[in-house]
């Protein structure tokens, strides 16, 4: 698995080194210079950093398998774990063979001076009091999305970042993503020429519930905390939350206004956050941003599509489809024969040709690098971000106006209105 992992990284970073240079990256996408800069201002090669996890669910064992891929290559240790439920926290320890030491409260984990920064892999409503505690204490901060379960304490998160100092990066994990680089550039290159609308979805099939241990009831809303109002925004924030980034990153700018409707009509057992939701995001040029998103039906899947006047990027299946693609061989050489007299009339349904089995337009491929696990990328860079010292602001921006779009859709689908983001919350 490691070789694998290195093999690839190299070929990542060579495509890097090209994009890093560019000033179409240099706008879009400057956390590329990351990897390929050995300058730091704050520890050097040599010097381990040390990192804490709080939460060892599923996301934080994901997390932390992640890291250990790479702890020997980029010199950093997993120093702490931290989880309120013991199953989860011996798992943690048994995770990194002891080495780490392991807490119940993560207020006690921060008091650790050996701590360089801490992943925050807790349920939504617990993002944010974590974050500005860890911020506080001095620490980076890597937390999943969305940033936190309210538009104020989002703010919260986002003014203590910039009051201690210390890198505030969100579990966005398509901004490292060589398909969604190599896209976005395609976009601000104008090979797409103007986007006109952006449409998305994430549809899947299940109840999104967890089993609960023992079938102990007790457990049900620290389980399945995502289907409950007041610790989750359910589809919008667990999901949505990515496809608004993109989105944003494609059109470099934020919505001025989402409106949206949504329901309960399939998973009837008591959840209360919706099983359907669509909404339209507007931005100040006037593109629409038209989003869905289900659990009742997995056909389509997942996709994020970006339309031009001269192309289209569909960035789930790394594909880029141009508005005037190549004519298809068959046509060409048909035409070139009737051109020349060769045919009395055009031989329709013949033997030799038939238009419906002509060669159809599918599009080309992004990026030569779609298996790099952009999981793996993303820790890699907050490991370096806090080698460095330092991340680019546009990551933690990113993160900002992505979760308070979804909980400001939230509203809007709640009220039955058109909402604008308040005054006093931009940044």
Known sequence: MKEYFIQSRRAFLKRISILAGSSVAALSMPWLNIFGDTNSIGKTSTDKVRIGIIGIGDRG??????????????????????????????LGMELTEGKAKGFNDYRRMLEMKELDGVIIATPLHEHARMTVDSLTMGLHVFCEKAMARNIDDVKLMYDTHIKSNRILQIGLQRMFNPVYLEGIEKI???????ITQIRAYWHRNNNWRRPLPNNDASFEKRVNWRLYDEFSAGLLTELASHQIQVANWALNSEPVSVMGTGSINYWKDGREVYDNIACIFSYPDGTQFIYDSMISNKHYGLEEQILGNKGTIEFEVNKFYSETPPTP????????????????????????????????????YISGNYRMDETKLQLEAFVKFIREGRAPEMLTRHGYYSSLWCLLAEQAIKTGTTLKLPDGYSI
């Open 329 to 364: 061989p068959a046509i060409l050489q048909l035409i070139n024969d009737i051109e020349k007299g060769i045919f009395d009339s055009i031989p329709i349904g013949g033997a030799s040709w038939v238009p419906e089995t002509a060669v159809q337009y599918k599009g080309e």
């Open 61 to 90: 064992k994901a997390l932390l398998l992640n890291i250990k891929e790479f702890m020997d290559i980029l010199n950093v240790e997993i120093t702490a774990v931290c989880d309120d439920y013991e199953p989860h926290l011996q």
């Open 188 to 194: 601000y290159k104008g090979d797409l020429g103007q």
